[in-house]
């Protein structure tokens, strides 16, 4: 090749990796996304300091990152606590959680209503460690006061709950718990802090699968827990080891989502009334589910501790599995999707699906029927979405018909 001719030069790989890196980007309006795994130092002596903690500063991503830093801090603003660690996942959160506070022969008290993979975590791997998981009924008060001892170091429930939305008396709990020295902490998935503040009601630690209505979008996995500074400082300690870590993507995407995190509970809330309303009116419903309907056994204890009811219901229908699986198979617009809090609702059969991993009696005792079906509400239109809702039903009633006339003419038949 020839280098004299005004048309060739040799490629820059320098200027590849370096031009622009010095470029200022205080002045955007937008969060920057801190896409890097490690950073810079101003010097060996710089490095050494961040290093062993005695100046502040980002050493690599797995430990703390910018993006991500932000994302933890308004959280912890949200919550009302004075600090916020960020995980991978909701279930790394609940992962983190255990491991920081929990040691060989304590014990964990913890609701049998909570979500069924946390269920399914607690009972399949904390007893390898020498840690008792001991299950109560969300509501029952004596129950917690029997089971919480001198050896119970962490108290975890979650309320509502998932898919049945029973209540728990947070600030009752919160005092069993802290009689006996015990910590609590409480996952508010369900209700974010727009409709729960559950430090307020006496709660050590609030934890959000974050990919849920904090998103609400369905696109991203993190998990998220707040409280004292001293308490997340030892969620950082497991963070930095086992490498549990918020994505700066997903954190970056977390980020925007807060900014229209209360108008989307408002309205998906709003919505869910109306719906469970509704339900609760239909030939093939034999229960709704829902805090906000007046005849829910704890709608006043919901309404003393909750700002809102959230997006989410369940109902019961006649027909058990088999009319269930018809009714959702028979959506148009609703999609058939295992997450909630979308803008989209979303339908799923829990005994099926999220909770399949347990035993019958277990799913029976944590009130999870085979007729249950459990809909995230979205931000679709009311009347679009009652009318998919009942067109499903009519489907379901018509089957039901065809079924019967058909068993009518065999038997004159025969």
């Not at 993979?117 to 840690?131: C, E, H, P, Q």
């Not at 049945?164 to 919160?174: F, N, P, R, T």
């Not at 509970?265 to 229960?287: D, F, I, P």
């Amino acid at each position: 090749m020839d280098h004299d001719t005004p048309h060739s030069r040799d490629f820059d790989a320098s200027a590849a990796l370096h031009v622009g890196r010095g470029e200022d980007f205080s002045d955007t309006f937008c969060e920057p996304l801190a896409m890097t795994s490690a950073y810079t130092f101003a010097s060996a002596r710089d490095a050494w300091e961040k290093f062993t903690g005695q100046q502040p500063g980002n050493v690599y991503s797995r430990f703390t990152n910018p993006t991500v830093r932000a994302f933890e801090r308004r959280i912890a603003s949200l919550e009302g606590a004075e600090d916020a660690a960020a995980f991978a996942s909701g279930m790394g959160a609940i992962a983190g959680l255990c491991q920081a506070l929990l040691s060989q022969g304590e014990n964990i008290v913890c609701s049998r209503d909570v979500f069924g993979t946390t269920l399914s975590a607690l009972r399949n791997y904390m007893g390898r460690f020498g840690v008792e998981v001991r299950l109560v009924e969300l509501t029952d008060l004596d129950a917690w006061q029997r089971n919480i001892d001198s050896r119970t170091r962490l108290v975890l429930l979650e309320s509502p709950s998932n898919p049945v939305l029973k209540i728990a008396d947070i600030g009752e709990i919160s005092r069993i718990a802290h009689a006996k020295g015990a910590l609590l902490a409480v996952d508010n998935t369900m209700l974010t802090p727009v409709f729960q503040s559950p430090h307020c009601l006496g709660a050590d630690m609030v934890v959000h699968s974050a990919g849920k209505y904090i998103d609400g979008q369905g696109r991203a996995l993190a998990g998220v827990v707040t409280g004292s500074a001293a308490l997340v400082s030892e969620l950082r300690g497991v963070l930095r080891t086992l490498g549990i870590s918020c994505s700066p993507f997903n954190a970056w995407l977390l980020l925007k989502s807060l900014e229209t995190l209360e108008v989307r509970m408002q309205r998906v809330a709003s919505s869910a009334l109306e719906l469970a309303q509704w339900l609760r009116e239909q030939a093939l419903v034999e229960a709704v589910y829902y805090s906000g309907l007046t005849e829910h056994p704890q709608h006043a204890l919901a309404c003393r501790q909750q700002r809102g009811h959230g997006g989410l219901l369940s109902f019961r229908m006649s027909g058990g599995q088999a009319a269930a699986w018809q009714w959702i198979d028979a959506l148009q617009l609703v999609a058939r999707c295992t997450n909630i809090g979308d803008t989209r609702s979303m339908v799923t059969h829990p005994a099926t699906t999220t909770h399949c991993r347990l035993t019958w009696e277990e799913r029976q005792s944590a009130g999870i029927p085979d007729g249950l079906v459990r809909l995230s509400v979205g931000l679709e239109r009311l009347d679009d979405l009652r009318c998919d809702l009942a067109r499903a039903f009519a489907e379901v009633e018509h089957g039901r018909r065809h079924s019967s006339l058909s068993a009518l003419y065999r038997g004159l038949a025969s």
